[in-house]
C-alpha cells in the first residue's frame, strides 16, 4: 500500500481492513491529521487524539499514528518513537493462551518451533504476557522480546510478538522474516498437538 510518496504506509494493516474497522482509510485519516497539524505533534499526542477525538481503539490508534509518522518521514520503518529499532509480528492460534505460553516457557516444546535460540525470561504473567532476552543462534545477544496473548471467544489465541532493541534497519528485516516463519512453525505445532 502506497501513499502520495509511493513509499509503503505501513507493513500492518490494509486499507480495505482499516476503513473496515475505524470507517477511513489511510488517505482519510492522514488528510485527517494533516488538518490537525500532527505533524508538529508527538506520538503520545497523535495516538491520543485518535483515541479521544475519534475513539479509536487502542491498536488502531498505534498503527494509524506509527503508520502516519512513516509516510510523513517522522519515523523509519522499524523504528520506534523513541528511537530503537524493532520489528513486531502477530497470529491467531488454534490453542487456549496457556498452551500458547508453554510453547515459549517450556524448553522441550520451544525447541519444536524456536531452536537454535535462547529465552531469558525476565517477565511473565502466564496466559497473558512474557518478556524475555533473545540470543541469537550464535549465541550473541540481539535484543528483546515482549508477547502478548489475547484469548478469543472462539477457543484461539491472538498472539503478538515484540522484538526491541536491535541493532539497525537490517536487523529489523532479519527478524520480521525471522518472526514470521517461527510464528508460522509454531501455528503448525501447536495445531497438530490440537
Do not use: C, N
Not at 78 to 93: E, P
Not at 168 to 173: K, L, N
Amino acid at each position: 500500500m502506497s501513499g502520495s510518496t509511493g513509499r509503503r504506509i505501513t507493513e500492518k494493516l490494509s486499507d480495505d481492513t482499516l476503513r473496515g474497522a475505524t470507517g477511513r482509510g489511510w488517505a482519510d485519516w492522514f488528510a485527517v491529521l494533516d488538518a490537525w497539524d500532527a505533524t508538529r505533534r508527538t506520538h503520545a499526542e497523535i495516538a491520543a487524539y485518535l483515541g479521544t477525538e475519534h475513539r479509536m481503539g487502542g491498536w488502531y490508534t498505534q498503527s494509524v499514528t506509527v503508520g502516519y509518522e512513516q509516510e510523513r518521514g517522522l519515523r523509519e520503518v522499524g523504528r520506534s518513537s523513541a528511537g530503537d529499532w524493532k520489528t513486531s509480528g502477530s497470529r491467531t492460534l488454534a490453542a487456549p493462551p496457556e498452551r500458547v505460553m508453554a510453547a515459549f516457557t517450556e524448553p522441550v516444546l520451544r525447541e519444536r518451533w524456536l531452536p537454535d535460540v535462547e529465552l531469558s525470561v525476565r517477565g511473565l504473567r502466564p496466559g497473558r504476557s512474557l518478556t524475555a532476552g533473545f540470543r541469537d543462534e550464535s549465541g550473541e545477544p540481539a535484543g528483546s522480546v515482549s508477547v502478548r496473548l489475547d484469548a478469543l471467544p472462539d477457543g484461539r489465541t491472538r498472539l503478538g510478538l515484540g522484538h526491541g532493541k536491535l541493532a539497525d534497519a537490517g536487523a529489523v528485516a532479519r527478524y520480521k522474516a525471522f518472526w514470521k516463519e517461527r510464528l508460522a512453525v509454531l501455528k503448525a505445532v501447536l495445531e497438530e498437538q490440537g
